[in-house]
């Protein structure tokens, strides 16, 4: 067909001239009017069709439309008279053109299937369902899908219909699950199915996919289904799936799809030597290929393999590397299996060697920081940060700090975070800039906020760590066996920091105390009430009070002045607006036994060492007792009947102005006193109830279990309030 260039010398030394603004739609392209010389013969006009049309349009300017097209039209009068009556034949047919508001391209193609655009709709319609019905399955997928939609409105459809339902539907899928998964819309089918299946039906499922899971791992619909059958399967499920991936790991975790479901099985449900076999696949390729039995047990730990073979260090340490470093590059750095990945390079990587450095190097070298923040909320990626802010210089511990600053709120809380925060405490040796970069951010910068953040951050068993472990060290009360984690890895640190730390551990800590001593202390001076409405706040109130350094007189007097009150009143609950229940009310402190507790600690002015069996007191001293008993006078004698008796005990046992005026209103009360020592209190009686009722739901069951064993003396249980007692023999 002639070019639009060839059609130019037609009709040479045409003047151009400017075309004007209102015709400026009318421009077509050049080939339009070629295209009826070329082919004379056919009688079709379609393509004059939208040429005539935009003529018409602009028959004022015959020189503007030349101009437009870059020159006439070569189509002689026969042939546009032509065109004419073939434009007024389709008028008469009522066919859309480009100004019924039709797309130009739209309308020519109207005009060439001579068809309207509805028709042309049905006909698409028409085509596309003759496709589905020629898919195999095609009936069974339709109905499968009436049933999916009828059984995934839960709340809609009664019990025995929906058994039935679901009994149609495994009558139609079992067989041919494998052709339902890998498809958007049926895997949802085989989903449901899943969802309602009983135990058999799932297994069944399960098995007739075996052999598949791979493939729908790395489907962007599929990997869901393998998810379900995880978490709503048995470990029989589990031992079906989780072996197909050994092997594959490689691939797997650098796949879009298949790596997030490799995850969450390695994180999830894998088993510890599941866990092992897949991690043992990042060492190198011999470890994917030569697999040992299932039934042996396989070491997941590097520095096992290593020991057992050294010469493999460096392949398996560079191959090692490669794999980080290329999922890193991906942006692909939340993974768990990543961060135990690298946690194996780190243990394994030589101290004072290029290694370590270049290590912390790939830690900072991302931008954005993903990394780091990603590695501190899970339990290697911790140690990791931890590893590498004990490793790193000066420079690199300001850079990682950096990188959390707007973070360390939700770090403090978080089980595996916080240890980062203790870590910073340990080593850093720049007491100025770490208290400059962590208090601000972790109480917050707005006065009230700090208050309320302390209350929270006290009361939580991880964020509580942040703020007492500077004042109370590694105590057990600080950390319980549930925080045995944090100890491992803060020893891990101390065996690090001598060789990268200079300044001394307690001088180091003193300076940090001192620097959050002023947060606590208004904190408490503060809010009070609500710290001693629980045992943690009670807890911190103590430690804050021994430690800190600063003017402590506020919040000595807020302490005392929470304990204010009749400690054996009891308020009524007050309805819920909410719920229909009523909220039970907050006990006075006296009648609560960590209340007790930190008053006593308090009256007593310091800590009692197990190792001397003394008091270590605080310097200078707090003369708690002086402060507490004008707030404790006028009830002094239901504290000395009280839960809280031992209370009245510390105040007369310990350095105290007002002895002689105590012992003169116990006397006169003497009766009372005598009747709480031999009576049973309220929590001996609460606890006689509830062996009671235990040993009368089972009679049997306790008898038998007394039948045939010796008799063993039987422990008298003291009766009475114990400190009530002690009060006597003061008199």
């Not at 393509?47 to 003529?55: D, E, G, I, M, S």
């Not at 989903?191 to 791979?214: C, H, P, S």
């Not at 923040?373 to 590498?388: D, H, I, Q």
Request: aromatic residues 6%; contains cysteine.
């Amino acid at each position: 067909m002639p070019s639009a260039i060839a059609a130019k010398p037609a009709k040479a030394g045409i003047k151009r001239k400017d075309a004007p603004a209102k015709d400026e739609h009318v421009k077509k392209p050049k080939k339009s009017k070629v295209e009826p010389v070329s082919k004379p013969a056919k009688k079709e006009r379609v393509k004059a069709l939208p040429v005539k049309k935009a003529a018409e349009s602009s028959d004022s300017d015959d020189s503007a439309s030349e101009d437009l097209d870059g020159g006439v039209a070569l189509v002689d009068k026969a042939t546009e008279d032509l065109d004419i009556s073939d434009s007024n034949d389709s008028e008469e047919e009522d066919v859309p053109t480009a100004q019924d508001g039709l797309h130009p391209e739209r309308a020519k193609a109207v005009v060439t299937n001579s068809q309207s655009s509805r028709e042309a709709h049905a006909k698409q319609k028409q085509l596309a369902n003759e496709r589905k019905a020629a898919k195999p399955l095609a009936d069974q997928l339709a109905r499968t899908k009436k049933l999916w939609e009828r059984l995934r409105r839960k709340s809609h459809v009664p019990s025995e219909e929906r058994k039935q339902l679901v009994a149609e539907l495994f009558e139609i899928i079992t067989g041919n699950i494998k052709d339902y998964v890998l498809k958007h819309d049926s895997v949802r089918v085989v989903q449901t199915a899943l969802k309602y299946a009983n135990t058999e039906q799932k297994k069944m499922i399960a098995k007739e996919l075996q052999g598949t899971y791979r493939q729908l791992a790395e489907s962007r619909y599929a990997k869901f289904l393998i998810g379900k059958l995880l978490v709503q399967g048995d470990d029989e499920i589990r031992d079906l799936i989780v072996p197909e991936f050994f092997g594959h790991v490689r691939r797997l975790i650098k796949h879009p799809e298949a790596s997030w479901i490799l995850d969450d099985v390695y994180r999830g449900v894998a088993t510890k030597q599941q866990k092992a076999i897949i991690l043992r696949e990042w060492y190198g390729a011999e470890f994917s290929l030569f697999k040992k039995e299932s039934s042996e047990k396989v070491p997941s730990e590097l520095s096992e393999i290593l020991a057992a073979d050294p010469s493999k260090r460096a392949p398996i340490m560079r191959y090692l590397q490669e794999l980080i470093n290329h999922l890193i590059q991906k942006k692909l750095t939340g993974f768990t299996l990543l961060h135990d990945a690298m946690l194996q390079y780190f243990l394994n990587a030589k101290p004072g060697t290029e290694e370590i450095t270049d290590y912390i190097e790939l830690l900072k070298g991302d931008d954005e920081g993903d990394l780091l923040k990603n590695l501190a909320f899970t339990k290697s990626g911790a140690r990791v940060v931890s590893l590498a802010l004990s490793y790193g210089t000066a420079k690199d511990r300001k850079h990682i700090l950096r990188t959390y600053k707007d973070l360390l709120q939700t770090m403090a809380a978080d089980p595996y975070a916080h240890i980062v925060i203790l870590t910073a405490y340990e080593v850093i040796d720049d007491t100025v800039l770490t208290s400059k970069s962590i208090f601000p951010e972790l109480l917050s910068k707005d006065a009230e906020k700090q208050v309320e953040n302390v209350v929270l951050a006290a009361n939580d068993i991880n964020a509580r760590t942040t703020l007492l472990y500077l004042f109370q060290g590694r105590s057990r009360a600080l950390f319980p066996a549930s925080l045995s984690f944090d100890l491992e890895v803060l020893e891990e640190v101390d065996r690090v920091r001598v060789t990268t730390s200079k300044k001394d551990p307690e001088v180091r800590r003193s300076e940090l105390a001192k620097a959050l001593s002023p947060y606590l202390l208004k904190a408490i001076s503060t809010n009070a009430a609500d710290l001693v409405s629980t045992s943690f706040g009670c807890l911190l109130i103590t430690e804050v009070l021994f430690g800190a350094e600063g003017d402590k007189s506020e919040a000595l007097a807020a302490a005392a002045a929470a304990a204010a009150g009749d400690p054996s009143y009891v308020a009524p609950a007050e309805p819920q607006e909410d719920t229909l229940g009523f909220e039970q009310p907050v006990p006075h402190m006296g009648s609560t036994a960590f209340g007790g507790r930190m008053l006593k600690s308090l009256i007593a002015g310091g800590r009692f060492d197990n190792k001397s069996m003394e008091i270590v007191l605080v310097i200078p001293p707090l003369n708690f007792a002086d402060i507490l008993y004008p707030q404790i006078k006028d009830h002094i004698v239901e504290w000395a009947i009280g839960s809280s008796s031992f209370v009245v005990l510390a105040l007369l046992e310990n350095k105290f102005g007002k002895k002689d005026e105590v012992l003169k209103i116990l006397r006169k009360n003497k009766k009372r006193l005598q009747k709480a020592a031999t009576e049973e209190t309220v929590d001996q009686i609460a606890r006689r109830e509830k062996v009671d009722v235990a040993k009368s739901d089972d009679v049997e069951k306790y008898a038998k279990a007394k039948k045939g064993k010796k008799s063993k003396p039987v422990k008298v249980k003291e009766v009475g309030n114990a400190g009530s007692k002690l009060l006597l023999e003061k008199l």
